[in-house]
């Protein structure tokens, strides 16, 4: 048995990740270790929660005596942290929970795997990090760190801190930089769930600043991909670009999001920019491919379709949601834009 702790598998990516895991291999035990915060649902693990080799506990990476327990308790030796605050409009609003989970978290978990001298430790990181491109170019492993927010400067910080420990104590440390998913189970604050639920309510489409900014889509379940190739063969103290090569401007986004709807594209609100907006994000994934043979499985235009139908046909997993303490969020991040 391979004895993984997995973190923040309650939400989005986690989650997806687990449900795929268990459901072909049985010679993995995993551990989840989830806050269950706004974001963390468990709902999303129906398809896991009776598996014999899956256990949920309830608590916080930054919680040292609850983590070393856990490490100890399971015979821990491989890490997949998933766990972060992880909406860089929320880390606008306030940022210190998101330097507590994402800094503090992290290093709380490095340094069980230290003590405990686990066998892989992977950091699930973003391209964020890199801050942004202009109209030319795409982000390598070695571009320069140059996040633009609280949120993306908290993920760059832990990169740091996970590379220190692989050159300092020799830890087994990965990390993967994906850029933007898309999928079941995407908290409704992101821009693909909420522009599919607002379509579907008839409320308007906010976009922010001119909408021209351009994402680079995945499929959530590429992403997991590889990560689950990266977690079984990428080479200790290196860093791995994921990305599927599809760049789109949030207006392209959002119009296609409305025809499959077929809504009116008078829902659409231009409001207030984002402060600090990155205006483009690109991936170069030619080391993961190259290396280590990963590439994307799922068409942009079959998965975005399914991922629509996913929001239509499951409704009460979204409505539970935006009828509870998002309404509160949402009053605050979009009332006065
Ligand atoms: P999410 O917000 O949907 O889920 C985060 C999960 O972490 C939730 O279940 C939450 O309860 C849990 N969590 C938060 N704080 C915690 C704490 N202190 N202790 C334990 N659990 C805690 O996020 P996501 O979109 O699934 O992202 C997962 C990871 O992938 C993050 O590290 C994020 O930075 C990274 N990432 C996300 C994307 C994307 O497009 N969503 C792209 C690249 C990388
Ligand atoms: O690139 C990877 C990152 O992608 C992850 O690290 C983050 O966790 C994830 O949240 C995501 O960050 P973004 O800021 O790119 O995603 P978001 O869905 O918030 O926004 C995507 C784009 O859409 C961005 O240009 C802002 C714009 N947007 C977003 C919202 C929520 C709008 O125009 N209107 C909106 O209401």
Same mark, same amino acid.
């Given at each position: 048995m391979k004895n993984i702790l997995i973190t923040g598998g309650a939400g989005f990516i986690g989650s997806n990740y687990i449900n795929h895991?268990?459901?072909t291999d049985d010679e993995s035990f995993v551990v989840n270790l989830d806050? +269950?915060?706004?974001?963390? #649902?468990? &709902?999303?693990?129906?398809?896991?929660?009776? $598996?014999?080799?899956?256990?949920? /506990? +309830?608590?916080?990476?930054? #919680?040292? &005596?609850?983590?070393?327990?856990?490490?100890? $308790?399971?015979?821990?030796?491989? /890490?997949?942290?998933?766990?972060a605050e992880?909406?860089?409009d929320r880390s606008i609003l306030g940022s210190g929970i998101f330097y507590q989970t994402n800094v503090i978290g992290t290093n709380v978990l490095l340094e069980a795997a230290r003590k405990f001298e686990v066998e892989k430790f992977l950091q699930v990181s973003t391209d964020e990090v890199?801050?942004?491109?202009?109209?030319?170019?795409?982000?390598?492993?070695?571009?320069?760190?140059s996040p633009s927010s609280p949120y993306s400067?908290?993920?760059a910080s832990a990169d740091l801190m996970c590379i220190a420990f692989h050159r300092t104590f020799k830890l087994p440390v990965v990390i993967t930089r994906c850029s933007n998913n898309y999928g079941p189970y995407q908290f409704p604050e992101k821009l693909i769930p909420l522009m599919i639920i607002n379509a579907l309510k008839n409320q308007s489409l906010p976009v922010y600043g001119d909408g021209l900014n351009v994402r680079d889509w995945i499929y959530v379940l590429d992403h997991n991909d590889a990560i689950r190739l990266i977690f079984e063969r990428?080479?200790?103290?290196?860093i791995y670009n994921i990305g599927a090569s599809n760049e789109m401007t949030n207006l392209q986004i959002v119009n296609l999001v409305l025809k499959r709807l077929?809504?009116?594209?008078?829902?659409?609100?231009?409001?207030?920019?984002?402060?600090?907006h990155d205006k483009r994000y690109a991936i170069d994934s030619s080391k993961l491919r190259n290396e280590l043979g990963w590439k994307p499985k799922y068409d942009f235009n079959q998965a975005i379709d399914h991922t629509i139908d996913w929001y239509i046909k499951n409704q009460n997993w979204w409505e539970n949601i935006?009828?509870?303490s998002y309404k509160n969020y949402y009053s605050k991040q979009y009332n006065n834009r």
């Open positions: 895991l268990l459901s806050k +269950l915060t706004y974001a963390g #649902n468990l &709902e999303n693990l129906k398809a896991s929660e009776s $598996k014999k080799n899956y256990r949920f /506990v +309830l608590g916080d990476i930054t #919680n040292i &005596e609850l983590v070393n327990y856990l490490f100890d $308790k399971y015979k821990i030796k491989y /890490v997949i942290n998933f766990a992880s909406h860089v890199y801050g942004s491109l202009g109209k030319e170019g795409l982000f390598t492993e070695s571009t320069p760190l400067s908290s993920k990428g080479k200790a103290g290196e077929n809504k009116s594209s008078e829902l659409i609100k231009f409001v207030k920019d984002r402060p600090g935006v009828s509870g």
